[in-house]
């Protein structure tokens, strides 16, 4: 039974530039959940995705957009990079309304 | 607002020795509380959680917890660490219920090494 998988597992963009990551929720789970790590930190609630709605959102800016599809595989979108934006991008995945939550792997997004 | 506090960013201790790694959390709700692990360059393994019922909790690889509603707190615990427990342990909350349900406030995190 596959996880939670992350793609790609290592990204270096330029400022400026745009990036997608993906996540594929675990088998089961409709429910999927964006985390930002930057380095030495604990991991930071971006927003949650289900029924292809964001459905909560944390203090991150509008540059931060989501998807969810269909099949509940999700993308994450950062417009207009910074700096700052350098992290480790975790998925998880859950099924709505039951606290189990699965992580992936993660991103790791290097901006220069 | 909801907030997660671990006490200590660094715990080294010596191999077979036991330990403690303490968390505590402020919430107006009432809360589920869990405890991760992350190895270098990997992503977060649920080690254990609390969501109601008995107030210790048993996890994978030997690991428990205690919840203490009355000091906010959640301590994750092992009688006997070994080398391969070298990890960086993260506390973290969600909401019971409510607007919030789902979304995890995650500690600083604790780098556990444990020596030979």
């Known amino acids: 039974d596959a996880g939670v998988t992350q793609s790609p597992t290592h990204l270096i963009k330029t400022r400026g530039q745009q990036v997608t990551l993906r996540c594929s929720p675990k088998?089961?789970?409709?429910?999927v959940s964006w985390y930002q790590q930057a380095l030495g930190q604990g991991p930071q609630f971006i927003f949650q995705?289900?029924?292809?709605?964001?459905?909560q959102r944390g203090n991150f800016p509008d540059r931060f957009s989501g998807h969810q599809f269909p099949n509940y595989s999700s993308e994450l979108n950062v417009n207009a990079l910074l700096l700052g934006d350098s992290a480790l991008y975790l998925c998880?995945?859950?099924?709505?309304?039951?606290?189990?939550?699965?992580f992936g792997s993660g991103t790791r997004l290097t901006v220069v | 607002a909801q907030s997660v506090t671990q006490l200590d960013s660094q715990v080294p201790v010596f191999e077979e020795a036991p330990v403690e790694l303490r968390c505590n959390y402020s919430s107006s709700v009432s809360v589920y509380l869990f405890w991760y692990v992350q190895y270098p360059n990997q992503g977060l393994q649920l080690l254990l959680k609390?969501?109601?019922?008995?107030?210790l909790v048993k996890g994978i690889n030997g690991f428990e917890a205690e919840f203490n509603k009355s000091q906010t707190s959640f301590h994750l615990r092992k009688p006997s660490v070994h080398i391969s427990d070298t990890a960086e342990y993260f506390c973290?909350?969600?909401?019971?219920?409510?607007?919030?349900?789902?979304?995890?406030?995650f500690g600083q995190g604790t780098i556990l090494t444990v020596h030979p």
């Open positions: 998880a995945s859950s099924v709505q309304g039951v606290s189990g939550y699965t």
């Open positions: 973290a909350a969600t909401n019971a219920g409510g607007t919030s349900y789902g979304k995890l406030t």
């Open positions: 995705y289900y029924e292809e709605e964001e459905r």
């Open positions: 609390y969501l109601s019922g008995s107030t």
């Open positions: 088998s089961g789970h409709d429910t």
